[in-house]
């Protein structure tokens, strides 16, 4: 399994900005794929998930902001981010779990900054 996430960058405040990871082979093998983020000198959290056949979950801070979704055809998992903040500061890392075993991309910088 490799993921490749693409998409990060500097924006302002308020601002929005799409993530996208691109999965190899189709995404529906998996049982939950997703977004982390890590931002300097704290460990890595939950973002937003989709798991197959219950839905997708947020982190109490990025809901009502951040939206994930899957393009099934072409095998991607998008994160458009909206309204951002400078706490949004992290690097993004893609992650999606298929027969119990996690997996990650290379992770891209997303940075919020006036």
């Known amino acids: 399994v490799q993921l490749q996430a693409s998409g990060g960058g500097l924006v302002q405040p308020g601002g929005s900005l799409r993530l996208s990871c691109a999965a190899s082979g189709t995404i529906s093998r998996f049982k939950t794929i997703g977004w982390y983020r890590q931002a300097p000198g704290k460990q890595r959290e939950l973002v937003a998930t989709?798991?197959?056949?219950?839905?997708?979950d947020y982190a109490d801070s990025v809901k009502g902001r951040f939206t994930i979704s899957t393009d099934k055809a072409n095998n991607t998992v998008n994160l458009q981010m909206s309204n951002m903040k400078p706490e949004d500061t992290a690097v993004y890392y893609c992650?999606?779990?298929?027969?119990?075993?996690?997996?990650w991309g290379q992770g891209t910088q997303v940075t919020v900054s006036s």
């Open positions: 989709i798991t197959r056949g219950i839905g997708t």
């Open positions: 992650n999606a779990i298929f027969d119990r075993v996690p997996y």
